[in-house]
């Protein structure tokens, strides 16, 4: 299995200064449903709005001469696609970043503002994935995976070193899956200083690939249904590097209705006038399902991104308006 720990220890030095160190939020309102300290890991201000730029960046900084000459290629929903061109922007080098039809407007509108070249394949994130790869492969550039790479995963474990440096003594992290490259990060990262951690993976009930695919013990073809969670949507690669970590340092996993996310997106805006997108919304529905089980426990809850179109976001808090 990869070397999470020290992947992200040379991430966390490497991208320092293309990132910022997000805050721990301690949240009283969903305190009172456990019993115990709760925090909101704010990874919705970062930079781009998602916790994608550290993976994003991570790969594009271990890139040679040659590779950042002949540009890259990568395939997003949405956040890992306007991570890639923060990064490519910052860094001063080209590439085109693949979106699936019908992926967020909002979304869309952010990467072409960096000045990244988008191009739209296919109707699910697998088909797109898959079309990049095989362009990428086909001009002799670097396919950079949103999860399936060792460098971005290292990056996203950064977040689980900022917890443990802010948070020693958490008891239990919550982590919203889709391909698994940030709940592997960060199981990785803490896991090699605090076995007894817990990590919880949550999914929507809608696209439930990783945590079907661990009790299965493969890989799954899973049919995947729309979702408010579109960063997390979408099934796995064959191969993938990630389910050998989410099936060996995951210790628990929790579906969520559509219902439930929407409720948890309205509870943090009216209690922490925060927005954050259908995935962070996942992980505090997973929390207030489960919160009679970590009664007493420090729990850190991944706030993963808040990019969301403003539409949507209006019809979520003012349903009837």
């Known amino acids: 299995m990869l070397d999470i720990h020290n992947l992200a220890l040379s991430a966390a030095t490497r991208i320092r200064p293309h990132i910022r160190q997000t805050p721990l939020e301690r949240s009283a309102d969903l305190a009172r449903e456990s019993g115990g300290p709760v925090f909101l890991k704010l990874e919705n201000i970062q930079h781009t709005g998602s916790f994608k730029i550290r993976g ?96 971005v995963v290292g990056g996203q474990g950064t977040v689980g070193l900022e917890i443990l440096k802010r948070l020693p003594q958490v008891d239990c992290i919550m982590v919203s899956v889709g391909g ?70 995951v210790d628990a996993w929790v579906l969520v209705s559509e219902d439930e996310i929407r409720s948890a997106m309205r509870r943090v805006f009216e209690n922490h006038r925060l927005v954050i997108e259908g995935a962070a919304g996942v992980t505090v529905a997973a929390f207030l399902k489960i919160a009679p089980q970590l009664t007493g426990k420090t729990v850190v809850l991944i706030v993963c991104g808040g990019n969301i179109d403003v539409d949507l976001f209006r019809t979520l808090i003012c349903p009837l308006g």
Not at 106 to 130: N, P, W, Y
């Open 180 to 249: 698994g490259g940030l709940i592997s990060g960060i199981a990785g990262a803490v896991k090699a200083q605090s076995k007894g951690i817990r990590i919880v993976g949550c999914l929507p009930e809608h696209s439930p690939a990783m945590a079907a695919s661990v009790r299965a013990g493969r890989i799954l073809d899973v049919q995947t249904r729309d979702t408010l969670s579109d960063g997390t949507a979408g099934g796995i690669e064959p191969g993938a590097i990630t389910f050998e970590p989410c099936r060996s340092l």
């Open 56 to 151: 994003a960046i991570n790969r594009l900084m271990t890139l040679d001469p040659d590779q950042r000459a002949a540009g890259i290629v990568t395939a997003s929903s949405g956040n890992h696609g306007l991570a890639a061109a923060f990064g490519l922007s910052r860094l001063g080098i080209k590439g085109a970043i693949y979106l699936p039809e019908g992926a967020s407007p909002a979304k869309v509108r952010m990467i072409e503002d960096l000045g990244a070249a988008v191009r739209f394949h296919g109707s699910t994130c697998e088909i797109t994935e898959a079309f990049a790869r095989r362009q990428a492969e086909d001009n002799g550039q670097v396919y950079i995976s949103p999860y399936n790479d060792p460098f």
